[in-house]
């Protein structure tokens, strides 16, 4: 048996390969002007929106204060409530937006510096070390206000906003700590 599979495998190995066979999945992403950010990424970043970085809260029954004011009439806030809700997503949105930009313009930063050839290995790890720290602080921006947003719903409407995300059905309960506030 081991006899056959050698041969066979020399045979593909000596195949031509062909250009189609070869062509990098990221061929559509060479004109971007950032290569590793997706316009419609770079539009979501610019707009403070979530993207992603909310995940660990939202689905595991912390809610986010954009939804929250989506469902405010389901959810039943109080005007406080609302009032503190629009004043906390305003913060958020702010922070996220300015963080968001400064995010672009760090990985556009480091995209021109392969473009012109430029980087260095100093450079580099400058780069990915600024990078990293504004991607982590965006994600805390996000992360932050569903913590707060929590502390603003009472058990019930935590309850209702798990229910109306659809999340009920997925296995997860409130969070114990949750409860109370």
């Known amino acids: 048996m081991h006899r056959l599979w050698l041969p066979c495998l020399m045979a593909m190995l000596a195949l031509p390969v062909t250009s189609q066979a070869s062509e990098s999945p990221y061929v559509a992403e060479s004109a971007q002007p950032i ?6 990424r770079v539009e979501g970043l610019l707009a403070g929106q979530g993207l992603g970085y909310a995940k660990a809260a939202e689905l595991n029954g912390y809610p986010g204060p954009k939804h929250v004011l989506e469902l405010a009439e389901a959810l039943q806030l109080s005007s406080e409530q609302h009032r503190q809700t629009e004043a906390l997503y ?11 930009a400064r995010l ?3 990985e556009g930063a480091l995209d021109r510096s392969f473009a012109d050839r430029s980087i260095t290995d100093g450079d580099l790890e400058n780069q990915l070390k600024r990078i990293g720290q ?5 994600r805390a921006v996000h992360l932050q206000a569903h913590l707060e947003q929590t502390q603003i719903l009472d058990e019930g409407q935590r309850r209702l906003y798990i229910e109306l995300r659809g999340y009920a059905d997925s296995g997860r309960s409130q969070p114990e700590h949750a409860h109370g506030h």
């Open 35 to 40: 290569k590793a950010l997706p316009p419609a």
């Open 90 to 100: 305003a913060r958020m949105a702010v922070a996220a937006q300015e963080l968001g």
């Open 104 to 106: 672009v313009e760090a």
């Open 134 to 138: 504004l991607e982590s602080s965006l």
